[in-house]
């Protein structure tokens, strides 16, 4: 298996715009979570997914954040419009079970 | 509310023993994991510990005392290639998957 995919890998944008970042979970795994990780703040839950199910978005920053997984093999997180201050490394993980998470490469978001 | 604590940075020399310490406050507990995450890198998972005791697994062991809200990591037998990051997390909730994770152990491991 390839391992949870994401893209783009680095995005770089203006405040204002709209973002949307991608994750193909592990074939089989039935969660999917995003995180956000800033030196600042560290590793932070934004939300998370059971069987295409969103389960605990109490992460989710403010209304502008957004996700959907339509199907099990994909889901979107968007920003909408985005800020200098969500400037951040986003992580999606995916897993079969509750003991080990499988995170993938990241998104580096830049917005300026 | 959930809280985590873990030393923000630890030195140790090439070869030698480290352990990573990590107390937690949670409403709930279910388990303690560690990630290990390398500059630029995603975090990697190490070990889980559900019940007392150690867990070993190759050169990494983690213990876990859930009388005391408490668990470390050990590494044994260092090399240059563990400098990274090390997070506690612990699952809070029953039936749920997500982990609130620590702020992380920066270990540099020096000749």
């Known amino acids: 298996d390839a391992g949870v995919i994401q893209s783009p890998r680095h995005e770089v944008t203006e405040m204002g715009q709209e973002v949307t970042l991608r994750c193909k979970p592990i074939?089989?795994?039935?969660?999917l979570f995003w995180y956000r990780q800033t030196m600042m703040r560290g590793l932070e839950l934004l939300i998370y997914?059971?069987?295409?199910?969103?389960?605990?978005d109490s992460g989710m920053p403010e209304d502008r954040f957004s996700a959907k997984m339509p199907n099990a093999s994909f889901s979107t997180l968007k920003i909408q419009p985005s800020e200098p201050r969500d400037s951040a490394v986003y992580f999606c993980?995916?897993?079969?079970?509750?003991?080990?998470?499988?995170f993938g490469p990241g998104t580096r978001l830049t917005v300026l | 509310g959930q809280s985590l604590e873990q030393p923000s940075e630890v030195t140790a020399v090439e070869g030698a023993i480290v352990q990573i310490n990590c107390t937690y406050q949670?409403?709930?507990?279910?388990?303690l994991s560690w990630y290990q995450q390398h500059d630029g890198g995603a975090p990697t998972f190490l070990s889980y510990?559900?019940?007392?005791g150690l867990e070993e697994t190759g050169r990494f062991s983690s213990f876990l005392s859930r009388s005391d809200s408490y668990g470390y990591l050990l590494l044994q037998e260092l090399q240059m290639k563990d400098s990274a990051s090390y997070f506690c997390?612990?699952?809070?909730?029953?039936?749920?998957?997500?982990?609130?994770f620590g702020t992380g152990t920066r270990l540099t491991v020096i000749p």
């Open positions: 993980a995916s897993t079969p079970r509750h003991n080990e998470q499988f």
């Open positions: 074939s089989g795994h039935d969660y």
């Open positions: 997914f059971n069987n295409n199910v969103p389960i605990d």
């Open positions: 949670t409403s709930g507990f279910y388990g």
């Open positions: 510990n559900a019940l007392d």
């Open positions: 997390a612990v699952r809070s909730q029953t039936g749920a998957n997500n982990l609130f």
